[in-house]
């Protein structure tokens, strides 16, 4: 499972987003992949810091209390890529119940 947006903002530029789900198995096969492929894809060096690649906290917990923290802090994450949706588009996938100034400045999406 994934998505991605790709935003435009004054102070970042040009950049893309991706949620993507990496079964447990993988994670450490998985972990070094996003910065290699974006060194193979760029047209121009490398710049360090382009890629952050991070596992959403409570992902791996087995325990009830950790679901729930990884449970919120997906919400964020998919809250945040959703930023300029319609509210409407927010009702249909749960997510207009944390309210919309939480998650950070509006770019262009």
């Not at 382009?50 to 990884?70: E, F, M, N, Q, W």
Request: proline share 7%; glycine share 8%.
């Amino acid at each position: 499972a994934w998505a991605y947006v790709h935003e435009r903002g004054s102070v970042n530029g040009a950049h893309v987003h991706i949620l993507l789900h990496v079964p447990p198995k993988l994670k450490r096969e998985f972990r070094a992949n996003p910065l290699r492929w974006a060194k193979a894809v760029l047209p121009q060096p490398y710049m360090r810091k382009t890629v952050r690649s991070h596992c959403i906290l409570g992902a791996d917990a087995p325990d009830g209390i950790s679901r729930k923290s990884y449970a919120f802090n997906l919400d964020g994450k998919l809250h945040y890529m959703v930023k300029t949706a319609p509210l409407e588009l927010e009702h249909e996938l749960g997510l207009a119940t944390w309210g919309r100034s939480r998650w950070g400045p509006k770019g262009r999406i």
